[in-house]
T-cell receptor, first 113, second 114 residues
């Protein structure tokens, strides 16, 4: 069965620190990959996505992610976090053959001012 | 553009009572999803509709859960009877394309079963 693993359950950083959140998926075929973010009190929203083309994708608010097919990974990065980045981050993988998406369990990011 | 609308936002019921949640997707979005989200976990798909057809309901506990999307627009998810373990957030999402496309989420309904 398709699965998505997020390595870190809770990450605590100080402002200006660099961020990398891990995401691995299990499906070996063609996938669409997503990072969603849920800010406190708000609903889930798209941060960035990869469907095809350049494996380094850029999203909103300075976030980027790199698709590494050989590692089944889609890690999220940001060079310098801000207090306003405090949120929960979910990685999702969509199996294009089965037409369905699977979400990871999320990583809670706390940025200390 | 209006987002995905869900109601109610919060619901508290006693076990064995029925409960229903309503979702109105973004206009023009053919695919609608119902997810269950427990604390500390990611959304888990309950059912996915493409227009009015339920194309993936393999994770829907059909003994107590039911859903409908009669005209291919808004949708209702029902639980009857509710159990203590059903306490969770129920999310609705929609997408323009199929289940591999970007999903737009509603605010969710937080259900508490006492």
């Amino acid at each position: 069965a398709q699965s998505v693993s997020q390595h870190n359950h809770h990450v605590i950083l100080s402002e200006a620190a660099s961020l990398e959140l891990g995401c691995n998926y299990s499906y070996g075929g063609t996938v669409n990959l997503f990072w969603y973010v849920q800010y406190p009190g708000q609903h889930l929203q798209l941060l960035l996505k990869y469907f095809s083309g350049d494996p380094l994708v850029k999203g909103i608010k300075g976030f980027e992610a790199e698709f590494i097919k050989s590692k089944f990974s889609f890690n999220l990065r940001k060079p310098s976090v801000q207090w306003s980045d405090t949120a929960e981050y979910f990685c999702a993988a969509a199996n294009t053959n089965a037409g369905k998406s699977t979400f990871g369990d999320g990583t809670t990011l706390t940025v200390k001012p | 553009e209006a987002g995905v609308v869900q109601s109610p936002r919060y619901k508290i019921i006693e076990k064995k009572q029925p409960v229903a949640f309503w979702c109105n997707p973004i206009s023009g979005h053919n695919t609608l999803y119902w997810y269950l989200q427990n604390l500390g976990q990611g959304p888990e798909l309950l059912i996915r509709y493409e227009n009015e057809e339920a194309v993936d309901d393999s994770q829907l506990p059909k003994d107590r859960f039911s859903a409908e999307r009669l005209k291919g627009v808004d949708s209702t998810l029902k639980i009857q009877p509710a159990e203590l373990g059903d306490s969770a957030v129920y999310l609705c999402a929609s997408s323009l394309g199929d289940g591999t496309d970007t999903q737009y989420f509603g605010p969710g309904t937080r259900l508490t079963v006492l």
